[in-house]
């Protein structure tokens, strides 16, 4: 790939990723952060943005599978690496090999684990995933059914050292009563349970519950870890959802495309496949180097969507296409072919952000960020 700023790019911008840990810290005191860089680190760049959060500090990741923890270990990430996800027992080697830590997804699942390490004389290290609401992972601990016993059993096991513990919040991002009062029941049954293992003599490990929205929203609740994904790369999933707390984040991700062509159009012509826009006035239109094929959600296309040339807004117009889609600009004067136009981030002091993708596409800058394609070559922001 070009390492080149020559047809769309992404701008990575590391201060801001430093700037961003420093909020999150503010939020949870003595908590130390796991930095969750799964999905490519929602599209950012795992191995630069894992080197930028190593070098802050950072001393435990996050990811979804063994392969994204390969793909660190791989390039040089010699940090802890928590796989949250399953890992096919055809891939078990792996986790003694690159001293990875598997969560418990079930105790099934604990018990084959085991088995593979016993029968090869190695020990897998493991955070036992303890199920409070979620019903994704891990093992059932809520009112309507505990089982304590296997949570216990899984602690228990020869082969596999569990030296952590962790749960999930699927509401901690809703203000809404029975959201709170259903996380805050969540963070009541993970102590019960840590309790019930102290009862038993033996020590939890390593203690984390709290994604981006549990770290707004509830603040420091005492544990050993937290787990951003989203905090540190400084966005929210909707910056339209109310928070508790009142962080000040930069948000690491911008994204450009070049101007291709300008032309004006006449009245009555129109724009792009389907003939979507038709132009009511004389129209200059600009062609940007970028598509869905490059993330952006074809859904968006004809609604009012907007990105900056030379500062100014500029509605996009017609539908997206793979490579490259269209915009208004006869408002922006001296527009020309080799212009850049900025589809996330700042230009001339005005601003867009993912947040507004994400909206007119109805859905979560977690998507958005995350579908953001392997062609799109990521680059580290130049220094001020
Ligand atoms: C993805 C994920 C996170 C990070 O979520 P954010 O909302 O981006 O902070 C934390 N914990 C688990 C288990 C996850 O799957």
Redesign the pocket.
Known sequence: MLEARSRAWAEIDEQAIVHNLAEVQKLVGKTKIMG?V?ANA?GHGDVACARVLADAGVDFF?V?SVDEALNLRDHGITQDILI??YTPPEHFHYLYEKNLVQSLCSYAYAQKLNDFAGAHHQVIRAHCKVDTGMNRTGVIYQPQEKHMDEILAEYRLPHVHTEGI?S?FPVSDDLQEDSRTFTERQIRLFQEVLNGLQEQGIDPGIRHIQ?????LNYGDLGMDYC?????WMGVT?DDAIPIRSDPDFIPVLSLYANVSVVKTIQPGMTVSYGRHFTAERPTKVATLSIGYADGLPRLVSNQGWEVLIHGHRCPQIGNICMDQLMVDATEVPDVQEGDTACLVGTQNGQRVTIDEISRKAHTIN?ETLSALAARVPRMKKRGK
């Open positions: 969750i799964k929602y996050g979804s949250l996800g962790f999930h994604n981006s929205y549990g770290i787990r951003p994904g989203l905090l999933s977690n």
